[in-house]
């Protein structure tokens, strides 16, 4: 598909280049003065200008130069850089090339269009794409009424799209794609009867389509990702040459039917995925066309399985994800698809099982496939491994996976299969144990068994030859038992582990600190781990995510956890998988994107799933076990920390005074373990923290007051006998006499005293502002106003010692909490 602009371009060029040479022809001496002027004004780091102007007297012999035989004059500068890039402005002197009629300066940094390039009236090439432009398009481009191509693509463009450019009744070749182009498509456009190619997408363009019937050369049309609204009119249907169709990503509304795709026999890719489109053909319908793509992602389609698809015969690429459709596949279907590359039927509610033939089929590619999501059932036959993806996950497939070893039942030792990187069986009822020879065999990336009932050990295999490394594991929420094998050594790429919810035993082996080096996320919840946690741990200086939570584990927690850089930063740290798969097709996000692994990671008492924010998911859960001794300090430089749970073990000691050093803090569950002393103060400091449990311990003496935990209902403070202050009931000693000053006292001084408080009273409301404002300022983001500020405000708060301003300011706590927990 991106071959047809080459095409174009080609085309093009022999047609304007047949009065072009550059060895007849003496270049004209102003035009010469003009290119010299001209290279004056740029940086040329890269000396691609270096013939400009040096030993070689005839500039149409330069490079980038042609000149016409005919009457000498420069017809054509392109200086589109192979290496490297020139830099500067471009030069009015650029005027004195009076015959010029193409000019390309895309891919060098010239950030300003200027107006004077409309003077240039020959012009039937302009290529400016990617020269890092900015600003609005000059009307004086309009006067270009010879332009054959206009290329503006990939700047930072802005404003509307000038009606002028319907004054260049001459193009053919139109595009202003990845700028930040706003307002409507303006009507004048209707003018470039010539139009073949027309992309604008990738900006902001707002309102409805034109009636694109007025485009009757149109080859592609490419206008996804725009704000474009309204419903595509029949028009479209009369686009005999049409070749490309993208609308994606906009909010097309309305129903398609076969009259709106009547007459485009020339369609090859038909994107209409992302909008509000509902396809309804009729059961007859026979399209003209015979697609190599075919992109429906979110479309409505469904109830019923669209027959029309049984006249697409070589289709390469189909995303029918998401589209509503429960009947069962039809069997001519699966015969349909040996020459896919990309198939995406994930997220509908198909029923089947899937023909064993399809399974086995020798694909042509190595192709992707996602049926995830769905309700396929059955047993998974042998795969033959010609898939570089597979996705299986969210189904109800059953049986063991014995058949990664097996072909037709005998064990293929040494087959090794050459694509299948990525595969994902989770959430299904699979069940039975691993085979041990499958590492050998599957050069996986990433491996997903998660939520199965598999049992048994985990296989000496499981991370296959060292040079493949795999690089995220989920075997969580199955049955497996035993230690990890010592031969997961060999998985020296793994970024991330989840073995959590198995009954896997023995010590947390050592060899994750030393040998797995790049790990991120270790999980291994809900087992049954003994031992101490392992000083190599802290070896792990990548992790982010680390839950050793409900097991049996003893000893301390160990001192250096400060080596846990990543924890120590608050930007995101995950980067995601780079994918294998290279598409060679247009549409935008059939490009597969990079794999973005997805965890879920308990936070706040629930859990939650967690896919492109991951990198700022920064937690350590080490609750339910039997850890003992104090909480190092050293954990209070983990600053990008936004979970810590040690709740549930023996922790004593103190809770480390610097706790408020955790700015990032959104959750604290310190609940059951042995820990005395007082609450730190600068607890209070933390203005993102929206779950706090300090229940079940020895702690005494008073609440510190702030916004944050006087809003926490008391059971998070309750069960420490010492402990006093709102929002517990008990009173602390000493404050009762503060209480109310005002009780009793009907005298001079109380009047006195009631003065003073009315007085106050202003600044106490603003101040009450103040601090509403500044908690709800930490919502969602950062605090914007000092907190100290807040301090202060509590502490006058103190002073006046009303309980009835007290209880308003805790009630509006309370509904800041209930805002960020809903962050
Ligand atoms: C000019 O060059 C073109 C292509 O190089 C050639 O076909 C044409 O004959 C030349 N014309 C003259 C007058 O030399
Ligand atoms: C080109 O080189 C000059 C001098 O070394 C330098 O100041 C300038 O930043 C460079 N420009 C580019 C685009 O690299
Ligand atoms: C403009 O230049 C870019 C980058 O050099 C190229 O990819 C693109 O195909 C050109 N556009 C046209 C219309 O020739
Ligand atoms: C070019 O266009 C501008 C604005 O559209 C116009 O004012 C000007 O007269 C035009 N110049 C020429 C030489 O046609
Ligand atoms: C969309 O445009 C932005 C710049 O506006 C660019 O960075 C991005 O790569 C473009 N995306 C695509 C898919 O072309
Ligand atoms: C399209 O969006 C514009 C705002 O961008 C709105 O004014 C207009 O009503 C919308 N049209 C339809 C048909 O929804
Ligand atoms: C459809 O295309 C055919 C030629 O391919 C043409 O004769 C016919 O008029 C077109 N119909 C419409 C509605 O454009
Ligand atoms: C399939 O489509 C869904 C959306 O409908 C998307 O989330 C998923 O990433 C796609 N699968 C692949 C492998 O591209
Ligand atoms: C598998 O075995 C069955 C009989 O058990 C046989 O019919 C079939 O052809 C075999 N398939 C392959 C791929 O060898
Ligand atoms: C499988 O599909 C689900 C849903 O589309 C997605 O979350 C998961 O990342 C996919 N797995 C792989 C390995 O692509
Ligand atoms: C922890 O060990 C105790 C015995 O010391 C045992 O009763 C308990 O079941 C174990 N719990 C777990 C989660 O392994
Ligand atoms: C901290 O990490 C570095 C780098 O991995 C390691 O060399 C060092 O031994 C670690 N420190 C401790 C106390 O484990």
């Known amino acids: 598909m991106r071959g047809l602009s080459s095409q174009l371009l080609l085309l093009m060029l022999g047609l304007l280049c047949t009065q072009c040479s550059n060895s007849e022809a003496i270049c004209i001496e102003e035009e010469k003065q003009a290119l010299l002027e001209f290279k004056q004004g740029l940086e040329d780091n890269y000396s691609l200008l270096s013939s400009w102007g040096s030993h070689e007297e005839d500039c149409c012999k330069w490079k980038g130069i042609k000149c016409s035989n005919q009457t000498g004059h420069v017809v054509m500068l392109d200086l589109r850089p192979v290496d490297g890039n020139l830099q500067g402005e471009i030069s009015s002197s650029l005027l004195g090339l009076k015959h010029l009629v193409y000019l390309d300066l895309s891919l060098n940094h010239f950030f300003i269009l200027p107006s004077f390039i409309g003077s240039l009236t020959k012009l039937q090439y302009l290529n400016l794409s990617n020269t890092k432009m ?8 309009g006067n270009l009424s010879s332009l054959i191509s206009l290329d503006l693509s990939l ?3 802005e404003g509307s799209i000038p009606k002028v450019l319907g004054n260049m009744v001459s193009l ?4 202003l794609s990845s700028n930040n182009f706003e307002g409507t498509i303006p009507q004048t456009l209707e003018n470039l009867y010539n139009l073949q190619v027309l992309d604008l997408s990738n900006n902001s363009i707002s309102g409805e389509v034109p009636d694109l019937s007025k485009f009757p050369l149109l080859r592609e049309l490419h206008l996804s990702k725009n704000r474009l609204n309204g419903s595509l009119t029949k028009g479209m249907g009369k686009l005999s040459k049409l070749q490309i169709l993208d609308v994606s990503s906009n909010s097309f509304e309305g129903d398609i039917t076969d009259s709106h795709l009547l007459n485009l026999s020339s369609l090859k890719l038909l994107d209409f995925s992302y909008n509000f489109l509902s396809l309804k053909f009729s059961s007859t319908w026979v399209p003209r066309f015979n697609l190599d793509t075919i992109a429906l992602r979110s479309c409505k389609l469904g109830p019923a399985f669209p027959k029309w698809l049984q006249t697409q015969k070589n289709f390469m690429q189909l995303d029918m994800s998401n589209t509503g459709i429960s009947d069962p596949i039809p069997n001519w279907f699966w015969d349909l698809s040996w020459n896919v590359g990309y198939l995406n039927l994930s997220r509908n509610q198909f029923t089947n099982t899937i023909p064993l033939q399809w399974f086995l089929a020798r694909f042509i590619g190595s192709p992707i496939i996602d049926l995830s999501f769905n309700r396929f059932r059955g047993l998974l036959p ?6 570089t993806v597979l996705n299986l996950s969210n189904n109800l497939f059953q049986g063991s996976i014995t058949f990664l070893c097996e072909t037709n039942g005998s064990v293929k030792a040494n087959y090794m299969p050459s694509y299948l990187s990525y595969l994902d069986l989770s959430d299904n009822l699979l069940s039975g144990e691993l085979p041990y020879c499958w590492g050998n065999m599957v050069p996986l990336t990433v491996l997903n068994l998660a939520n199965n009932n598999l049992s048994g050990r985990i296989p000496d295999s499981i991370c296959g030859s060292t040079t493949h490394g795999i690089q995220s594991l989920h075997l969580q929420n199955n049955s497996f038992i035993g230690e990890l094998p010592r031969s997961m050594i060999t998985c020296s790429s793994l970024r991330l582990l989840d073995l959590g919810e198995n009954r896997i035993s023995g010590r947390i082996p050592t060899w994750i600190g030393t040998r797995l080096p790049h790990l991120m996320i270790l999980r291994l919840s809900s087992n049954l781990l003994i031992g101490h946690i392992p000083l190599q741990l802290c070896h792990l200086t990548s992790l982010q995510i680390l839950d050793l939570s409900q097991n ?47 965890l879920l ?7 939650l799933e967690y896919g492109k924010t991951l990198g700022l998911v920064k937690v350590i859960n080490l609750s339910s076990n039997k850890l003992k001794g104090e909480i190092p300090r050293e954990i209070t430089n983990l ?48 203005s993102l923290l929206s779950h706090l449990s300090l229940s079940n311990n020895n702690l005494s003496g ?61 600044w106490f409301y603003i101040s009450m502002a103040l601090g509403f404002i500044v908690g709800f300022l930490g919502v969602c983001g950062s605090l914007l106003l000092k907190s100290s500020w807040r301090h202060a405000y509590f502490q006058y708060l103190e002073r006046i010692g009303d309980r009835l301003y007290k209880a308003i300011i805790i009630a509006m706590a309370k509904l800041l909490r209930n805002f960020k927990t809903q962050c």
């Not at 053919?172 to 595009?175: F, K, M, Q, T």
């Not at 003893?554 to 120590?568: D, E, H, K």
């Not at 005298?747 to 009315?758: L, R, T």
């Open 134 to 141: 900015v600003g609005n398009i000059p009307q004086q481009l």
């Open 155 to 157: 700047n930072e463009l």
């Open 172 to 175: 053919v070749h139109l595009d």
């Open 382 to 387: 042998q795969l033959n491994f010609d898939w």
């Open 552 to 598: 049996n584990i003893t000893g301390t927690i160990p001192q250096c956890l400060n080596n846990f850089t990543v924890m120590a930063q608050t930007q995101s740290s995950y980067v995601s998988i780079p994918h294998p798969y290279i598409s060679s097709f247009g549409t935008s996000f059939l490009l597969t994107s990079d794999y973005v692994d997805n």
């Open 601 to 607: 990671v308990t936070f706040k008492e629930k859990s």
């Open 639 to 686: 600053r990008g920390l936004i979970g810590l749970n040690l709740s549930r073990n023996f922790l004593t000691g103190i809770i480390p005074q610097d706790i408020g050093y955790l700015e990032r803090l959104e959750s604290l569950d310190l609940s059951r373990n042995l820990l005395s002393g007082i609450i730190p103060q600068s607890l209070v400091t933390l």
């Open 702 to 762: 008073k609440i510190p007051l702030g916004t944050q935990l006087q809003s926490f209902s008391a059971s998070a403070y309750a069960g420490n006998e010492n402990l006093c202050g709102l929002p517990l009931l008990k009173i602390c000693l000493g404050d009762e006499a503060t209480q109310d000053p005002r009780i009793g006292s009907n005298n001079g001084e109380g009047n006195i005293q009631e003065h003073a408080n009315s007085n106050e009273r202003p």
